[in-house]
Each structure stands twice: as C-alpha cells, then as structure tokens.
C-alpha cells in the first residue's frame, strides 16, 4: 500500500486549538489525571496523550489498562470501557470514589493510562457498540432523540481517534465504514458530514478526517457517489452523500470569495453581500485570478454532480421517493445559488415527465 499524507501527530494539539477556539493547557501531575468536568473536551488530554504517545511523559506508576480489543472483550463491552473512562457520568463516579480516599479532592479522577492502551480500531468498534446499547436503554425514544444520543455517543468514542491512529490502515478504516452498505446509517452519517468543514461542528476528529481526506478529494467524492447509485440506500445516507458533494465545492467557491481583497472592498463601499451568482455580472467587481480559478473549478464539480444527480433521479435508478425528491431540490438549489453554465439544461432535465 502506497504511504497516505497523514497528519504528523505532533501537530494534533495545535490543530485541535483552531478547530475548538482554546488554548492548551498542560498541568504538571504525576499521574496525568485531569478534572471530571473537562475530560471531554480538554485539551489538556489531547496534549497529554500525544505527549504520551512521543514518549515524552514522565515515568508514571503501574496502572491497568482497559482490556485490548481481543475477542474477549466483545459486544457491547467496548462502550462499556468508554463510558466508564471517558463519559460525564462514568468520570463524575470516579471522582466520587476518589473524594471518598484519604485526602482525596476530587480534583485528580482521570488516569491516562486507562486510555491511551486503547487503539484506534478499538475507538471505531465502541462507537459501533454504542449504538445497541443506546438503542436498549432508550426504548421508546423518537429517532430523533436516538439521533442525537448518538452523535454524543460518536463524539465521545472518536474524539482521541487521531492521537491513536498510527497507520493507513486507521483511515481506511473510516473510508470502508463510510462505504459500508450494511453498516449503522448513523454512524455512517456522522463519518459522511464530517468530511467537509460546514456540515458539522468542529473538531478534532473532523480536522483529522478533513486534512487526510484533502489529497484524495476525488476518491471521495466518488465513494459518495457509488453510496448514491445504490438504489436502496438509507434515504439518511444518501442526503448526507449529496450535502457534502456540493459542500466540497461550495465551500472552495465561500472560502475564495472571502480571501478576495475585491470582494471585501466591494461589501465594505457597497454594504452588500458579495454572491456567487455576480462572478458572472456584468459591472460585478473583479475578482483575482487565483479566485477565478479556484471558483471556475468549483462551479464545474458544482455543475457534475448536479448532472449526475438529475440522470439518477428515475425509479428504476432509486428507489426512494425521499431520495428523488430531495435529488430535484438540490438542483433547484445549486441552479438559483449559482452562475452554472449548463443551468438551462439541468432545470430541464429534472422538469422531465417521470423522472423522479
């Protein structure tokens, strides 16, 4: 297998401090243990664990790790370690027992030893494992609700993924689960939305999965169009493959305009907002050339995957009415948002007798 450019770990923290806003914070503790109430989301655990990673720690005393992901730890026992080390509810325990020691504060609850034995397949399978459990202790609940756990469940299983993933092997095993037809459709979704900066909220296994994914845009644009051209696929899966479709594009075309010297001085004299659609205007300010060309080529994967869209959008083709009708709205939307230069032809191919 060919090397994959990979983020070196070491600039995982700096990273994760532009994606959440935050500074790192490194307290000096002999036992690497952080408050309950951060463990989530600190930096001071990203940080601490890449510098555990690197060998750079200090010698710590004995603990004992989680089991491996071996055969003897299966089902939904992967989730179970997760939710004990890493959970609000499963730290604010430990730092109860801990309260109840000698002298203890509470303050000291987390052991990073616990975790950072774990590997990156180990992540995946509990974010996997998750959802059964979820599923049983939340019988009753609407999907949405289940939706939402679920997201809370993912964040908290794949939040230290980059920091363990160590090979290709890791990635590619994100990329086959987004693909994987029989797999979780929320797990799917969550993995799909994450591939393109706006369609979820920032992190750091987002910027992980965005800055591998930055080399092999096309690999990915055309797994997510082979999600489509199944006929049966999860209606949830198949608005996610088409959202980020266009969002990898319309996001190169936001991210330019923005950078634009031209397009700022415009909205600054004018009080206007600069859209796409005036790239095309006559007495339109004119952009850069370096603008130009990134939003010509976006514009023309903008004008592909809509084309690719609208010959989708019969019954023979897919399955789901869902599925069609939200085909036909996402053109509608890319045609009125943008100056494409086949818009004629798309908006016709959708107003077709039949098809969708």
Not at 23 to 50: F, G, I, K, W, Y
Not at 140 to 155: C, P, Q, S, W, Y
Request: charged letters at 25%; hydrophobic letters at 40%; one cysteine or more.
């Amino acid at each position: 297998m060919s090397a994959m450019a990979r983020v070196p770990l070491a600039r995982w923290p700096s990273i994760a401090n532009d994606a959440l806003g935050r500074a790192p914070a490194c307290p000096d503790s002999e036992r690497h243990e952080v408050n309950a109430v951060s463990v989530v989301q600190s930096l001071v655990t990203l940080a601490m664990l890449a510098a555990a990673q690197g060998g750079a720690s200090q010698a710590q005393p004995a603990a004992t790790p989680p089991p491996p992901p071996t055969a003897s730890v299966s089902g939904t026992r992967y989730w179970s370690v997760i939710e004990t080390y890493l959970s609000p509810e499963g730290t604010a325990a430990r730092a109860a027992r801990y309260r109840r020691r000698p002298g203890g504060s509470g303050d000291r609850t987390f052991n990073f030893d616990k975790i950072r034995m774990l590997d990156a397949s180990f992540l995946l399978l509990a974010a996997r494992s998750s959802i059964h459990r979820t599923r049983s202790e939340m019988r009753g609940a609407t999907e949405e609700e289940l939706a939402r756990k679920f997201v809370e469940n993912f964040d908290l299983c794949l939040q230290y993924y980059p920091l363990q993933a160590d090979s290709d092997e890791d990635f590619e095993d994100i990329l086959n689960a987004i693909q994987h037809l029989r797999g979780s459709k929320y797990l799917r979704v969550y993995l799909i939305r994450r591939c393109t900066p706006g369609l979820a909220s920032g992190s750091l296994f987002a910027s992980y999965l965005q800055e591998n994914l930055k080399p092999r845009r096309r690999e990915l644009m055309t797994i997510l169009q082979k999600n489509i051209m199944y006929k049966d696929e999860d209606p949830m899966v198949a608005d996610a493959c088409m959202d980020t479709l266009f969002q990898l594009s319309e996001g190169d075309i936001a991210r330019a305009l923005a950078a634009d010297p031209a397009v700022a001085a415009f909205e600054k004299e004018t009080g206007r907002t600069f859209t796409p659609l005036m790239l095309k205007e006559e007495g339109a300010p004119a952009v850069s050339h370096e603008t130009r060309v990134i939003c010509d080529a976006a514009l023309r994967e903008i004008s592909g995957t809509a084309r690719f869209l609208a010959m989708r959008r019969t019954p023979d083709k897919c399955n789901s009415p869902y599925v069609r009708r939200r085909m036909g709205e996402q053109i509608e939307r890319v045609c009125g948002a943008y100056p494409l230069s086949d818009k004629a032809d798309l908006m016709a191919l959708i107003a077709e007798e039949g098809n969708g």
